[in-house]
C-alpha cells in the first residue's frame, strides 16, 4: 500500500481508537459563589457542619410544601458522556422524623424529570445507610435549630448522558415534611464527573465522509500513476 493510503488509514484508526478521558463537568464548594444553581436555596453558614468535612459555606434549601420546591443543578455537555456520578455532601437539618408519628421527611434527586434518588431521613434513630451514604455526623445540634442534626457524604450514579442540556433537582418530599428552620438541607462539595467522549467518541458523519473521500482519492491517484 502506497505511503500516503497507509498514512490516512492509521490516521482513521487512531481516531477510532482515542479513549475517552475522565472529565469533572461541574464542582462547587459554595466558597464563593452559587454558580450552576438555580430555583429554590440560598448560600448560607455551614455553622458546625464545617467540623464535619463541609466549607464554611453550602447551598441550603429551607422550602415548604410536599414537594418541597427544589434546586435545580443545570449542566451543559459538549459532548457525550458516560459512567457519570453525582457526589455531594448533604446536611439533613434539624428535626427530620423519618418513620415516627411526624414523618416521613424524604430527601429527593431527580435527572432530567425522573427521580433517581428518595430516602427518608430520621434524626431520632440511628444514621441513614446504604452503599450512597457515608455518615459524617448524627445527633449533635450544630446548626439552625435545637434539634439534632445529621450529615454525610452521598455518591450516586447518573449513567451515561447524552451531549446537551440536563438538570439535577434536590428536594425535599413528605407528608410530614415542614421546612424553615424547623426541617431544611444543604448540600456542599457538588461534583459531577465522569468519561467525556469528547475525545474517544466515533469521529462526526462529516469526519468520517471526509476520511473516505481522502482515501477513495489516493486510491485514485494510485491508479492514475499505474
Known amino acids: ?12 484508526l487512531a481516531a477510532l481508537a482515542v479513549p475517552a478521558q475522565a472529565a469533572v463537568f ?16 440560598f448560600l448560607a453558614g455551614s455553622q458546625g457542619f464545617s467540623a464535619y ?10 422550602s415548604l410544601g410536599n414537594p418541597a420546591a427544589s ?3 443545570g449542566l451543559s455537555l459538549g459532548s457525550a458522556a458516560t459512567a457519570v456520578t453525582l457526589n455531594f ?5 434539624d428535626s427530620w422524623d423519618g418513620f415516627n408519628c411526624c414523618g416521613p421527611d424524604f ?6 424529570g425522573t427521580t433517581i ?16 451514604l457515608s455518615n459524617l455526623v448524627y445527633g449533635s445540634n450544630v446548626a439552625v435549630a435545637g434539634w439534632g442534626d445529621q450529615g454525610y457524604k452521598v455518591a450516586l450514579s447518573l449513567g451515561n448522558l447524552s451531549a446537551g442540556a440536563h438538570t439535577i433537582e ?5 407528608a410530614g415534611w415542614q421546612g424553615g428552620d424547623d426541617e431544611s438541607f444543604a448540600i456542599d462539595n457538588v461534583v459531577v464527573e465522569g468519561d467525556s467522549a469528547g475525545g474517544g467518541q466515533l469521529p462526526e458523519p462529516a469526519s468520517l465522509a471526509l476520511f473516505s473521500l481522502a482515501l477513495l482519492g489516493a486510491g485514485a491517484v494510485r491508479r492514475s500513476r499505474a
Not at 455532601?89 to 437539618?93: H, K, T, V, Y
Not at 434536590?170 to 413528605?174: D, H, L, Q, V
Open 1 to 12: 500500500m502506497p505511503r500516503l493510503l497507509s498514512n490516512l488509514t492509521l490516521a482513521l
Open 26 to 41: 461541574y464542582s462547587n464548594d459554595f466558597e464563593a459563589s452559587a454558580a450552576g444553581m438555580s430555583g429554590a436555596g
Open 53 to 62: 468535612g463541609f466549607g464554611s459555606q453550602y447551598f441550603r434549601n429551607s
Open 71 to 73: 434546586s435545580v443543578l
Open 89 to 93: 455532601d448533604l446536611a439533613a437539618i
Open 107 to 112: 430527601f429527593n434527586v431527580k435527572l432530567d
Open 117 to 132: 434518588y428518595s430516602k427518608n431521613f430520621d434524626i431520632f434513630g440511628s444514621p441513614s445507610t446504604g452503599p450512597e
Open 170 to 174: 434536590f428536594f425535599a418530599s413528605g
